[in-house]
């Protein structure tokens, strides 16, 4: 797309030229060449069953959809032909007396890590350094609407944001905006899915001094 900001490089040119510098001229792959999005488009034509349409899309303008994910019937790819359902059970909640929950979330005018706007219209604010919290959480830990606090967890800490008063998140939780509460989240990865607990990280919050 068209340049934003100076001076911030494509995220293609970042990542072929990092493989240039580790991998060289020794694979199949022409980094320099992949560096022109349609080739990288060409290629996952060729290697992502369902996606050939994606190749010319930039001609075509065409929208597609990958073909065997959309069900008209309630027939299942499975020895049956009916889905399969799972159970499981909920983990048991974290943190104690006087610590919240933590979720990162993007914003409204967000695209993964890139911030195009600081307002965030899905939920009512007007800048990103905020922690969401419930009213009753505002009360019981002694702070007051729009209050400069702390915010610290095992990992990291979080000072000059403000604590705001939000009806629409369950006592016990928190909200903030990533990548800003990052610092806050633990390097560790779960076992299963690994990726860090950007959804459940406990922290706490006290006035900033």
């Not at 240039?20 to 060409?42: A, F, Y």
């Amino acid at each position: 797309g068209p340049a934003r900001h100076e001076g911030p490089r494509r995220e293609v040119d970042v990542i072929t030229d990092i493989a240039h510098e580790v991998l060289g001229d020794s694979t199949p792959i022409d980094w320099q060449e992949m560096k022109n999005c349609s080739t990288v488009r060409s290629a996952i034509a060729r290697v992502i069953p369902g996606w050939d349409k994606i190749k010319d899309i930039d001609q075509t303008k065409e929208e597609f959809q990958i073909g065997g994910r959309t069900f008209h019937k309630p027939e299942f790819n499975t020895p049956t032909g009916n889905a399969q359902l799972h159970k499981h059970d909920l983990p048991p909640l974290k943190g104690g007396a006087g610590e919240l929950r933590l979720m990162t979330v993007r914003s409204e005018g967000q695209f993964n890590t890139v911030v195009y706007e600081e307002e965030d219209i899905y939920r009512g604010q007007d800048r990103r350094d905020v922690v969401l919290i419930h009213p009753e959480d505002v009360a019981n830990l002694g702070l007051q609407n729009d209050q400069q606090v702390v915010i610290s967890s095992d990992t990291g800490e979080i000072t000059g944001f403000r604590v705001r008063a939000y009806e629409d998140i369950r006592a016990g939780n928190a909200l903030m905006y990533y990548p800003e509460a990052n610092v806050l989240v633990s390097r560790r990865a779960d076992p299963s899915s690994k990726t860090p607990a950007f959804k459940g990280e406990v922290i706490r919050i006290s006035p900033e001094e």
